[in-house]
C-alpha cells in the first residue's frame, strides 16, 4: 500500500488509471473519511480500490448489507461532519432512493457524495436505468465524467460543492467510463480533512412535516446555488473551429462527448459545426446554453440514455423564445443501449446533410456460435440446481433472484421462470404461489439474502406464505468480485467486519423447516428438497459451497483429482444432457472432461456413478 500509486502518487504526477480508480484517486484528494458501497458492477473496483489502500488509515470502508444501508451510514457520517462517499451501481439507487430524497431535504454538512455506475447496453443488469432522472427528481446536482482524468477532477470538485452547499452531490458514470483506461495528473493529497462540527439542530435535521416544508425551499435555493457554480464550471466547454463561425452546434454530455469527438475527426467535419461539452449537467446551467443557442440556427444533443437534456434544451428554447431548431434522437440513436463513434458518425452526416463516411451497420453474421454466460465449471449451484430438476422437473414455478445462479435459467437446468430486483425471489415468490397455488421454489444467494431477503423471509414467515426456499450460500459477493458480506467466514472476514450465520438468522426469523447441507452431496441435497417437496409452509434449504473460483483463488484450496469418462453410452450422454458441465466436450462421437476445465467437483459422478471415476492430479 505504501508504494501504491493512488495513495503514494504526489502532485505533478502522472498515472495510466482506470476510470474507478481515478474516482478513488479524486475522492482521496478531497480528502475522503467514510466510504461505504454495495458492490454492483461497474462501480465494483471503487470500493475494491478503497480496500486495497485502507491501510493508509486516512478513511473508513465498510462494505454495507444493500445500498440503502449504505447510503444511511454514509449520510449519518456526513451529519456528523466526515467527508463521505457511498458507490453503488445504477439500480442500486433504487433501493437508496428513500434516504437519498430526505438527505436532500436535510442536507449533509461534512458533504456527501453520490457515486451512481450506469450501465447502458446492460452489460451486468436488468436494466437500462438512466440516473440522471433521480438528479433531477431528487434535487442533487449532477457531474458526469467523460475521461478517467474528468472522473477524477469531477469526484474533487463533487466534494468541494458538497461541502459547500451541505448537500448531497450525485457523480454519474458509466461503465464505459468506469472501465476505460486515461492518463491522470495527480495533485496534492491533504494532511488532514477537517470535519464539521455538528450543531444540534432538529428544524433542520428531523423532516417532520413543518419542518420539511421549510428544507424543501432550501433544496431549492441551493440548487440555484450549484447552478450559479455550474455557469463557471471548467466542465463546461464551448469549442468554435478557429477562423469559422458555423451556425449549427452540437451540445454533448457525459461519455457522447468521446464518441462526438472521434466522430468529427473521423468524418472529418471538425470545422463544420460547433460544440458546447456538458460535464455539469444538472442543474442545467442555462446561461450558458442560451449563450451557445443564440449563435446556432439548428442543434443537435448527443446523450446516451434518456432523452433529457434534449427535453431540457427545447424547454429552454421554448421559455426564452429561440428561433432554434433542436434534434436530437431518432430511429439510429435511440434510447437503446451504448453510443459509437460510427453510430454518432452517421447521425452527424445526417444532421449536416454530407455524405456518411461510414457504412450502414452490417446485419450480424449468422455463421457464428453463439456464446450465452454459464456457471463456471464445478459451480456449486449446478449441482443444487440439478438436484431440483430431478425431484420437481417442470411442476413448480422457479422464483430467482440478483447474482451468478441467475444463469440457471438457461436449459437444461432451466431454474428460473422469473426474476424483478434482488430479494424478490422470496416475496415474489410467495406473491405467485398465493395468486397461482402452484407449488413455488426460490433460489436466493447469501449476499442478497442479507441485501434484502431477510425481510422477505420474515414477511414469508409472518403471513403463512407457501414457498421451498434454496439459500445457495457460496462464501462471498461472488458475481462482482468476491467482496465481503456479513456470511462470510470470520478468517476471512478478519478484524474488519464480524460473521453471522446464515442458519441461526434463519431460525431467528422464526423459520422451522430447516435443512443444511453441502451443495456438491447431490444425495443430501436431493433428499432435503424431497422432505420439502410434499410439506406446507415456509421451507428453507441451505446449501453450502465455497464459490470455485473464490475458493481456488483466495482460500487457495487445492484440486486433489479431476473427473474422467469411465464407460460411453447412454449414462455418460444423459449426464452432458441433464448437468451440462462446461468441463465436458466431445472427442469425436465419445464424451470427455476437458482437464484444463473440470474443478474436481466430482458432481458428475453422483450424477452418473458407472460413467466417469476419479483421476488424481
Known amino acids: 500500500m505504501e ?79 466526515a467527508a463521505s462517499l457511498v458507490t453503488m451501481k445504477h439500480v442500486g439507487l433504487n433501493v437508496a432512493a428513500d434516504p437519498m430524497f430526505t438527505a436532500a431535504y436535510i442536507g449533509t454538512p461534512g458533504g456527501l457524495v453520490v457515486l451512481t455506475a450506469d450501465d447502458p447496453g446492460c452489460h451486468s443488469s436488468q436494466n437500462e436505468q438512466d440516473n440522471r432522472n433521480y438528479a433531477r427528481a431528487a434535487g442533487l446536482p449532477c457531474l458526469e465524467p467523460a475521461s478517467a482524468l474528468e472522473a477524477k477532477e469531477m469526484t474533487r470538485a463533487a466534494f468541494l460543492l458538497s461541502r459547500r452547499l451541505q448537500q448531497p452531490v450525485m457523480l454519474r458514470t458509466t461503465t464505459r467510463v468506469s472501465h476505460m483506461r486515461g492518463v491522470v495528473d495527480f495533485d496534492d493529497i491533504p494532511s488532514a480533512t477537517t470535519s464539521v462540527p455538528f450543531n444540534r439542530e432538529p428544524g433542520r435535521f428531523v423532516p417532520v412535516p413543518a419542518v420539511a416544508l421549510r428544507r424543501h425551499k432550501a433544496l431549492v435555493q441551493n440548487m440555484e446555488k450549484a447552478r450559479d457554480a455550474f455557469e463557471e464550471s471548467p466542465f463546461i466547454q464551448e469549442r468554435i473551429p478557429q477562423g469559422k463561425s458555423p451556425k449549427l452546434g452540437v451540445i454533448a454530455s457525459g461519455v457522447a462527448r468521446n464518441y462526438l469527438a472521434d466522430a468529427l475527426v473521423a468524418g472529418d467535419i471538425e470545422d463544420s459545426v460547433r460544440i458546447l461539452e456538458l460535464g455539469a449537467t444538472w442543474p442545467l446551467p442555462e446561461k450558458r446554453i442560451r449563450s451557445f443557442l443564440a449563435s446556432c440556427d439548428r442543434v443537435l444533443v448527443l446523450e446516451e440514455g434518456d432523452p433529457i437534456l434534449e427535453r431540457d434544451v427545447r424547454a429552454l428554447c421554448q421559455r426564452e423564445g429561440l428561433p432554434v431548431s433542436v434534434e436530437g434522437k431518432d430511429e439510429g440513436v435511440t434510447v437503446f443501449g451504448e453510443y459509437s463513434t460510427s453510430l454518432v458518425l452517421r447521425r452527424l452526416a445526417a444532421f449536416l446533410n454530407v455524405p456518411c463516411p461510414v457504412e450502414a451497420p452490417r446485419p450480424p453474421i449468422p455463421d457464428l456460435p453463439g456464446r450465452p454466460p454459464n456457471l463456471c465449471p464445478g459451480c456449486s449451484h449446478r449441482a443444487v440446481y440439478l438436484a431440483a430438476r430431478r425431484v420437481f422437473g417442470d411442476e413448480p414455478v422457479y422464483s430467482s433472484d440478483i447474482g451468478c445462479y441467475t444463469l440457471g435459467l438457461l436449459p437444461p437446468l432451466r431454474t428460473a421462470d422469473f426474476l424483478v430486483c434482488m430479494g424478490s425471489s422470496i416475496t415474489a415468490g410467495c406473491g405467485f404461489a398465493k395468486a397461482s397455488n402452484r407449488p413455488v421454489v426460490a433460489f436466493i444467494g447469501d449476499s442478497t439474502f442479507f441485501h434484502s431477503g431477510m425481510t422477505g423471509l420474515a414477511n414469508a414467515v409472518f403471513n403463512r406464505h407457501n414457498i421451498i426456499l434454496v439459500i445457495l450460500d457460496n462464501g462471498t459477493t461472488a458475481m462482482t468480485g468476491h467482496q465481503p458480506n456479513p456470511g462470510m467466514d470470520q478468517n476471512m472476514l478478519g478484524d474488519a467486519a464480524v460473521h453471522l450465520d446464515i442458519e441461526a438468522v434463519v431460525k431467528g426469523l422464526g423459520v422451522t423447516q430447516l435443512r443444511k447441507v453441502k451443495a456438491y452431496n447431490l444425495k443430501a441435497v436431493t433428499e432435503a428438497l424431497e422432505a420439502f417437496k410434499n410439506a406446507e409452509g415456509v421451507r428453507v434449504l441451505i446449501a453450502t459451497e465455497p464459490c470455485v473460483l473464490y475458493a481456488r483463488r483466495t482460500l487457495k484450496k487445492r484440486q486433489a483429482a479431476m473427473a474422467v469418462v469411465a464407460k460411453q453410452g447412454a449414462e455418460a450422454d444423459a449426464c452432458l444432457k441433464e448437468l451440462a458441465c462446461p468441463a465436458f466436450c466431445r472427442d469425436g462421437e465419445n464424451l470427455a472432461v476437458d482437464a484444463t476445465l473440470c474443478s474436481g467437483c466430482m458432481v458428475c459422478l453422483q450424477a452418473a456413478p458407472t460413467a466417469f471415476k476419479t483421476q488424481a492430479l
Do not use: M, W
Request: hydrophobic share 40%; glycine share 14%; with cysteine.
Open 3 to 81: 508504494t501504491d500509486p493512488l495513495f503514494a502518487g504526489g502532485k505533478g504526477e502522472r498515472h495510466l488509471l482506470l476510470g474507478n480508480e481515478a474516482i478513488v484517486r479524486g475522492a482521496i484528494e478531497a480528502g475522503v473519511q467514510v466510504v461505504t458501497c454495495y458492490p454492483g458492477t461497474p462501480s465494483s473496483e471503487v470500493p475494491d480500490t478503497f480496500a486495497r489502500l485502507r491501510r493508509c488509515g486516512r478513511f473508513s470502508l465498510e462494505y454495507s448489507v444493500n445500498e440503502k444501508v449504505a447510503f444511511e451510514v454514509a449520510a449519518g457520517a456526513a451529519l456528523g461532519g
